[in-house]
């Protein structure tokens, strides 16, 4: 499809472009032909009509000849053979149209023949602008296109990063329950090859429902909830609207695993984790806020989360996917902001 019917506002304005072009062109006609005012209208309108129409197809010859990798001997005849054509044919239109109303006319097909000259050269100059706008479309539709494909790039690879780093810290875990509470870390084992079939599953797409994803987070849990015990407790409150929104994969469980890793395991008596999500017109709120000790000693850590999660939301949606954090009475807040989608 023309990208100028891809929207109303960009076609409006296509349109909105030719109303001065249409009277540029009639007051040419009435200037260089001694046409009155009703007589240029009646000849000009027409061939506006048509010229409106022609000067959309250079996108698709200006697709088949791209300015790098075209012979510019070969772009330029094409271009200016085409222009020739088209002129022509605009040309005959004004002619077939002054011959139309000259019964109401008189004498304007004679007075219309000194303005021909003036009109052809008109029609080919505003149809080798035509060609360079259209140049100029394919070039930012190029950009575009190449971004897309890097951010794609980009979030393979932060996606890619995503599981070894998850199953590296529960494998860590494992193997802490093995001598303390064997059943538990058999248990454990069982929990952790669902999430990582579930999440390489999800993971082969590049989006998938919200409802999923929590999910997914529910399966990580379940892993977390056999080493912690009764130390960790969750609170959900979510507006099922969210559930339909599509969110890039494993987006939430970093999260949930930085409140439990940087919060609830620093308290002796664990503590709540409260998972919130709203859908507010067009966008999706996820909130994820836990209970911290701020005298206990700082956890190695290299920020993985929640850069990670803040490089795929920048990647995928660039300023529209924001990732906020906030600390209020020992208790860390996270704000996950994505567009409802």
Known sequence: ????????????????????????FGFMLSLSGGLTLPESTAVALPAVIVLFVLALTPWYTCKALPLRSTPPARLLATHLITAMCVSTVVVLVTKISAAMFSLWLPNCQTRLHSAIPLAAFMVLLIYMLSVALHYTLLAVESSKHAEVLSREAELKALKAQVNPHFLFNSLNSISALTTSDPAAAREMCIRLSDFLRNSLRLGERTSIPFSEELALTKTYLE????????????????????????????????????????????????????????????????VIENPFDPDAPAARKNGFGLISVRSRLQARYGNAGRLETEVDNNRYRVVLTVPAK
């Open 223 to 286: 892993v977390e909830q056999i080493r912690f015990g009764k130390k960790l407790r969750v609170r959900h409150d979510l507006d099922p609207a969210c559930d339909d929104c599509e969110v890039p994969p494993l987006l939430v469980q970093p999260l949930i695993e930085n409140a439990i890793k940087h919060g609830v395991a620093t308290l002796v008596d664990g503590g709540e984790i409260a998972i919130r999500g709203r859908r507010v017109q067009n966008v999706v709120c996820f």
């Open 1 to 24: 499809m023309h990208p100028l019917f891809r929207t109303r506002a960009a076609f409006l304005l296509y349109l909105a472009v030719w109303v001065p072009l249409g009277a540029m």
